[in-house]
């Protein structure tokens, strides 16, 4: 038979349905619980047991343990997470990714206009944004149900058309079905959608489950692509990380080939439900991940060590120069980001600030030191870090625009538009720094020295704008507190300036200050108050940031 374009329609149209029903489920589960799976994940001990069951709880809720394994690349990048601790996350993650499989073998379709038309009213007609999140879990259900079923309609004709049926009876080579499932998964970067496309042929009679199998252990190698290019520009730690991901696949796939071509396996999957093909399929899924990561329980080290081994440490990898040390860059065209993505790009972006504050800071010291000594020399190092902060205020700002027009999590999104704020700020008490340290060129050039009084004036600003910086970077005290403390320093920077005015005042009318140093100095106090202002601005919005948490 000639395959019928109604055929084709049927079946692209099911297909989109499902990818659309399954895409808007996660969405709407990560924007519902994405700061909690970030904490959970931020919180986690080294104990390999919690670790699988924080692994494979985060991944029933988002249905993708690829999204877990980004977020967990991105931890370990940052950090904040060791190797081993990610591959007890990872083996959960293998476990936790099989429920998609289980919900399909449950056989809700027809219910599934139900979910999708409630999960719509809930959207369409309440107001509340919490609500629209489990509006898009309960639509993306019925959806990802609706196109299922499309699919499976679709698909049956294709049983009386040889091309096709000669087409999957080759999957039945484990080697074929192997590469096809992996190549298909890679393809659509998710293993959950796969499975279901692979529970559709089943359902619809094109493939049995003796080369369903091996299509199936390739889908387990294809999702780790995903980690695979959410590791390019990372460190060699969060590469290793997928390396663990891709080999905990590979052998899970070889060992459950060999059993399926030396034992009934297959069999005795069919005769636990005979009239279910989903359900067999399903079932194959969990026992895979489940066997697999019970088998590799004990030697998560010596993963680590081979992951190690396969990807050693390089001389070259310590970076110089201009670099990102927690986020990775991001390409200007890149359009959408992998659900999970997230969870851990917050926490980044609060590292890169932090090393930038650190910068901004070093820069005061060595602004302050080099007027007070007229050390001109001390101003090529203050240019060299000034062009880095400036670099990394681009970068991080360019990195926030991508991101947040993606952003579906009300915290978060209000976490990286409060940053998008901080990165300015801090880049500015950098350019008043940098003023400040200008002056010593003049003050060289002229022969200009400022009184005793005037110096030790200037040390007291030193030592209040470093004391003011080093509180920013304090994250342990009480959101209150720390906005408080820092207010009272700005208005104590406020107080200075006007008594430091004051004193010039009676200094240029005592004689003891000539009108050249005046103007510097001014020039000086003017820059001082500046940088507490931008503090305070940096505290006002980090401060707003923890308050947000702490409500949710």
């Known amino acids: 038979?000639?395959?019928?374009?109604?055929?084709?329609?049927?079946?692209?149209?099911?297909?989109?349905?499902?990818?659309?029903?399954?895409?808007?489920?996660?969405?709407?589960?990560?924007?519902?619980?994405?700061?909690?799976m970030k904490g959970i994940l931020e919180r986690l001990t080294?104990?390999?047991?919690?670790?699988?069951?924080?692994?494979?709880?985060?991944?029933?809720?988002?249905?993708?343990?690829?999204?877990t394994t980004v977020m967990v690349v991105g931890f370990v990048n940052s950090g904040m997470m060791t190797l081993k601790q990610a591959v007890w996350i990872i083996m959960g993650a293998n476990i936790g990714t099989t429920i998609t499989g289980q919900l399909i073998a449950l056989d809700v379709g027809a219910v599934a206009p139900l979910f999708a038309f409630v999960g719509v009213a809930m959207?369409?007609?309440?107001?509340?944004?919490?609500?629209?999140?489990?509006?898009?879990?309960?639509?993306g259900l019925g959806v990802l149900f609706i196109g299922m079923e499309m699919m499976g309609s679709a698909m049956e004709p294709l049983r009386e058309w040889p091309a096709f049926v000669n087409l999957v009876s080759t999957f039945s080579n484990p080697v074929v079905g192997i590469l096809a499932g992996a190549a298909f998964t890679a393809l659509i970067q998710s293993s959950s959608a796969s499975v279901g496309i692979l529970q559709a042929l089943a359902l619809s009679g094109v493939i049995g489950l003796d080369s369903a199998v091996y299509v199936l252990f390739g889908q387990n190698i294809g999702t780790c692509i995903t980690a695979v290019l959410a590791s390019i520009g990372?460190?060699?730690?969060?590469?290793?990380?997928?390396?663990?991901?891709?080999?905990?696949?590979?052998?899970?796939?070889?060992?459950?080939?060999?059993?399926?071509?030396?034992?009934?396996?297959?069999?005795?999957?069919?005769?636990?439900?005979?009239?279910?093909?989903a359900a067999q399929i399903a079932n194959m899924h969990t026992l895979f991940n489940i066997v697999t990561t019970l088998l590799l329980l004990p030697f998560g080290?010596?993963?680590?060590?081979?992951?190690?081994?396969?990807?050693?440490?390089?001389?070259?990898?310590k970076e110089e120069g201009m670099h990102l040390a927690f986020l990775v860059p991001m390409p200007a065209s890149k359009q959408e980001h992998p659900i999970g993505f997230s969870a851990m790009y917050v926490t980044q972006i609060r590292q890169e600030l932090n090393r930038m504050m650190g910068m901004a800071k070093e820069n005061i010291a060595t602004s302050f030191q080099a007027v007070l000594e007229r050390d001109v020399k001390r101003v090529e190092s203050a240019e060299a870090t000034e062009e880095y902060i400036d670099y990394l205020n681009k970068e991080i700002s360019q990195y926030i625009s991508n991101i947040i027009v993606h952003e579906t999590n009300e915290k978060d999104s209000?976490?990286?538009?409060?940053?998008?704020?901080?990165?300015?700020?801090?880049?500015?008490?950098?350019d008043h720094a940098m003023n400040i340290c200008e002056y010593?060129?003049?003050?060289?050039?002229?022969?200009?020295?400022?009184?005793?009084?005037?110096?030790?004036?200037?040390?007291?600003?030193?030592?209040?704008?470093?004391?003011?910086?080093?509180?920013?970077e304090q994250e342990s005290i009480e959101p209150t507190d720390w906005l408080t403390k820092v207010s009272a320093l700005e208005q104590r920077m406020d107080d200075m300036t006007e008594e430091y005015r004051r004193n010039q005042m009676k200094r240029m009318k005592q004689g003891s200050c000539s009108d050249e140093a005046c103007i510097i100095f001014s020039e000086l106090l003017t820059d001082f108050e500046r940088?507490?202002?931008?503090?305070?601005?940096?505290?006002?919005?980090?401060?707003?940031?923890?308050?947000?948490?702490?409500d949710a």
């Open 301 to 317: 080290g010596y993963l680590v060590k081979i992951a190690m081994r396969i990807l050693p440490d390089r001389k070259e990898d």
């Open 123 to 139: 959207v369409v007609f309440l107001k509340k944004p919490q609500i629209h999140h489990y509006g898009n879990i309960l639509a």
């Open 440 to 472: 010593t060129q003049m003050l060289d050039k002229k022969k200009i020295q400022f009184s005793e009084e005037a110096q030790e004036e200037l040390r007291t600003m030193e030592a209040v704008c470093l004391e003011v910086l080093d509180l920013l």
């Open 414 to 430: 209000t976490a990286i538009s409060a940053y998008f704020k901080i990165t300015g700020n801090i880049e500015r008490i950098g």
């Open 46 to 67: 080294s104990n390999r047991f919690l670790g699988i069951l924080v692994g494979a709880g985060i991944t029933a809720v988002i249905q993708s343990s690829s999204a």
């Open 531 to 550: 940088i507490g202002d931008h503090a305070l601005n940096i505290a006002q919005e980090r401060a707003g940031i923890a308050t947000e948490a702490t």
């Open 1 to 36: 038979m000639n395959l019928d374009i109604s055929i084709l329609l049927g079946l692209l149209g099911g297909l989109a349905l499902f990818l659309y029903g399954m895409q808007m489920m996660s969405a709407g589960l990560e924007a519902a619980a994405g700061n909690r």
């Open 234 to 277: 990372t460190s060699r730690n969060a590469k290793r990380t997928t390396i663990i991901h891709l080999m905990f696949n590979v052998f899970g796939t070889v060992l459950f080939t060999v059993i399926c071509m030396a034992t009934p396996l297959t069999g005795f999957m069919q005769f636990m439900t005979p009239d279910n093909p």
